[in-house]
C-alpha cells in the first residue's frame, strides 16, 4: 500500500512539473507554426490525457512539437486556412493508426542516422530564421524582415529587453541552476520573468510596456458553453484536396519516425527498463493526431524534453502524463487571463534556445568527424529541409545516404590480388552480419578474381541475414564458375534453409585439411 501511495505522489509531482515545462512550449510551437495559440494548448491537453491513456509507455510525453514546426508552416501556407490543415491532421492520424495495425513501428530503424539528425538540425535552422524578427517585435503578417529599415521601423525596445533577460536566464538556469531547482524548469522561470518585467513597464515606463499582438492571445471564455465554442472543427470538405493528403503523409511520417526515436530514447531512460510496444504507440498517436484534427489542436508526437523531463521528476507509471495533461485543461479554462500576460518574446527566446539544441555546433562537428559518407547527406538534408520543405529534404537526404552506401560499397569491395597470392594457400572469404543486395556487386568480382586451381572457403558463420541474390551468386560460382577454373570451393555456416550445402560445421576455426596458410579476406568483416 505505502508503495502505491509514493507511486501516486511521484506521478502527481512529476505531473505538475511537466506542466510547468509544457505550457510555454505549448504555446511557442503554436507561434512557431503560425497557428491559433489555443490549438497548442488543445494538443497539449489532448497528449497528456487521450495519449496518455492509451499509450503502453510508461513515462513518454506526448504533445506538439518543435520537429513538426516546419511542416505545420508549410501546410498552413500551401492550404490556405487551419481549417483545412486539421483536416489534414485528422487523416495523418489515421494513417498512423494504420501503420500500427500493419505493424509498421519498426520503420524508423530503417531511416539513416544521418538523414534523421540532418532533418532535425534543419528544424531548429528554421525555428531560429523564423523566430528571431520576434526577439525585436517585428510582428507582421510575414516575418521576413526585408530591409534595416523595414526593422527599425517596427523595433521594439521593450519587447527586446524582454527577449534578452529571457535568454539570459534561459543560459544561466541551464549552467547553473538546472539540476538545484528541479521543479521550474528554464523555459517557464523565463517565462515568469518576462510577465513581471512587463508588469514593471506598465507601472513605470507605459511607452515601453507590451499589449495587444506581443502578448499571448488564448481566448477567454465566460461560460463552459463559450469554452467548448473554442474548439474548431476541420474543413472535411477540403479532403479530396491532393494537397491536404500530402500534408496528412508528412505529418504522419515525420511524427511516427519522431515518436519512435522518442520512445527508443524513453525506454533506455527507465530505471526498470520497461519496453514500449511501437506499433501499439502509433495506433495511439494515430488516435491522439485524429482527436487532434476533430477538435483544432496541432499535430503531436512524442517529445523528448517533456519525456526526459518527466523522468528526471520521478514518475513511475503514464499517471504523470495524464496529470500533466488534466492541469493543461485546467490553465486553459480557469485562468486563460494568466496566460495571455505571456509577452510573444520570451516565447521566441524559448524557442530559439530550442532550436539551437536542435542545431547547435557540436552536432555539425560530430556528424564532419563522422566521415564524407555521413557528413554528406547530413548537409544535404539540411539544405534541402531549409531551402525547400521538409518532405523534399529528407527525399534528397535519403537519395545522397542510398549513394554513398553504394558508392562506399564499391571503393571498399574486396578484390583479390594475384601477386600477394602464392600456390597452395587457402583462400578464407567471411560474410558480415548482414549481407545485402548492396553487397552482390562487390562479391561477384571478388569471386571473378579468384586465380585458377586455387582452394576457397566462403564462411558465413557469422551471417545472420543474406540476401537471395547474393546466395544465388554464391550457389552459381561454387556449382558452375568454380569447377570451370578448377578452383575447390568449400562453404561452411550457411543455415538450412539457404539450401546451400555446406562443407563445414560452423566452427570458429576451418577444418583440418585447410588449417594452414589461409589468405583471409578481412574487409568483409564489415561488408
Known amino acids: 500500500m505505502k508503495g502505491v501511495f509514493n507511486s501516486i505522489k511521484n506521478d502527481i509531482s512529476s505531473g505538475i512539473v511537466v506542466f510547468l515545462v509544457a505550457v510555454p512550449l505549448c504555446l511557442g510551437i503554436a507561434l512557431a507554426s503560425g497557428a491559433p495559440f489555443f490549438s ?5 491537453i489532448i497528449g497528456g490525457i487521450v495519449i496518455g491513456s492509451i499509450s503502453n509507455s510508461s513515462l513518454s510525453v506526448s504533445g506538439p512539437a518543435a520537429g513538426l514546426t516546419a511542416v505545420v508552416l508549410t501546410g498552413i501556407a500551401t492550404l490556405g486556412s487551419f481549417q483545412i490543415f486539421l483536416c489534414s491532421v485528422f ?12 505493424r509498421a513501428g519498426s520503420v524508423a530503424n530503417y531511416f539513416p542516422g544521418s538523414v534523421i539528425k540532418g532533418m532535425l538540425t534543419g528544424i531548429g535552422i528554421i525555428i531560429i530564421m523564423k523566430q528571431l524578427p520576434h526577439v525585436v517585435g517585428y510582428y507582421q503578417t510575414t516575418t521576413a524582415i526585408n530591409s534595416v529599415s523595414d526593422l527599425l521601423s517596427n523595433f521594439h525596445l521593450g519587447v527586446t529587453i524582454i527577449s534578452l533577460l529571457a535568454f539570459l536566464v534561459l543560459i544561466f538556469w541551464e549552467k547553473k541552476l538546472v539540476n538545484k531547482i528541479r521543479l521550474i524548469p528554464g523555459a517557464l522561470a523565463a517565462v515568469i520573468l518576462g510577465v513581471i518585467v512587463n508588469q514593471v513597464f506598465v507601472l513605470l515606463y507605459p511607452e515601453m510596456a507590451l499589449e495587444g499582438r506581443y502578448l499571448v492571445n488564448v481566448p477567454v471564455a465566460d461560460t463552459v458553453t463559450d469554452f467548448l465554442n473554442f474548439f474548431t472543427l476541420p474543413e472535411f470538405s477540403s479532403i479530396w484536396n491532393d494537397d491536404v493528403w500530402i500534408t496528412a503523409a508528412t505529418i504522419a511520417v515525420v511524427a511516427s519516425v519522431e515518436t519512435l526515436l522518442c520512445i527508443d530514447a524513453v525506454d533506455k531512460m527507465d530505471p526498470l527498463r520497461r519496453v514500449t510496444d511501437q506499433n501499439r504507440e502509433l495506433k495511439a498517436q494515430g ?13 503531436l508526437t512524442s517529445v523528448i524534453v517533456r519525456s526526459s523531463a518527466n523522468v528526471q521528476a520521478g514518475a ?6 495524464i496529470t500533466h495533461g488534466l492541469l493543461l485543461l485546467a490553465s486553459c479554462a480557469l485562468v486563460p487571463q494568466l496566460l495571455n500576460r505571456i509577452p510573444l518574446g520570451s516565447l521566441a527566446a524559448v524557442l530559439i534556445v530550442t532550436g539551437y539544441k536542435l542545431a547547435r555546433i557540436e552536432i555539425f562537428k560530430k556528424m564532419y568527424r563522422s566521415g564524407i559518407y555521413q557528413f554528406l547527406p547530413f548537409i ?13 529534404g529528407v527525399a534528397l537526404g535519403l537519395v545522397t545516404s542510398a549513394a554513398s552506401i553504394l558508392y562506399l560499397n564499391m571503393k571498399n569491395a574486396y578484390y583479390f590480388h594475384k601477386e600477394k597470392y602464392h600456390d597452395g594457400e587457402i583462400i578464407k572469404i567471411h560474410l558480415s552480419e548482414e549481407v545485402s543486395f548492396l553487397n552482390k556487386a562487390s562479391i561477384k568480382m571478388t569471386l571473378q578474381h579468384l586465380p585458377a586451381h586455387s582452394k576457397v572457403i566462403i564462411d558465413a558463420s557469422n551471417a545472420k541475414y543474406i540476401d ?9 560460382f561454387k556449382d558452375i564458375q568454380a569447377p570451370e577454373k578448377q578452383i575447390d570451393c568449400q562453404l561452411m555456416g550457411f543455415k538450412d534453409s539457404y539450401g546451400v550445402n555446406n562443407m563445414y560445421a560452423v566452427t570458429s576455426e576451418p577444418a583440418s585439411a585447410f588449417k594452414n596458410n589461409i589468405v583471409h579476406s578481412d574487409k568483409y568483416a564489415n561488408v
Request: proline share 2%.
Open 40 to 44: 497548442g494548448m488543445i494538443a497539449g
Open 91 to 102: 487523416l495523418a492520424g489515421a494513417l498512423q493508426f494504420v501503420l500500427g495495425m500493419l
Open 287 to 299: 488516435v491522439g493526431n485524429m482527436v487532434s484534427g476533430l477538435l483544432g489542436g496541432l499535430p
Open 316 to 321: 513511475k507509471t503514464k499517471a504523470s502524463t
Open 380 to 392: 544535404i538534408t539540411i539544405v534541402g529541409v531549409v531551402a525547400t520543405d521538409l518532405l523534399k
Open 468 to 476: 537471395f541474390d547474393v546466395l544465388e551468386l554464391i550457389r552459381e
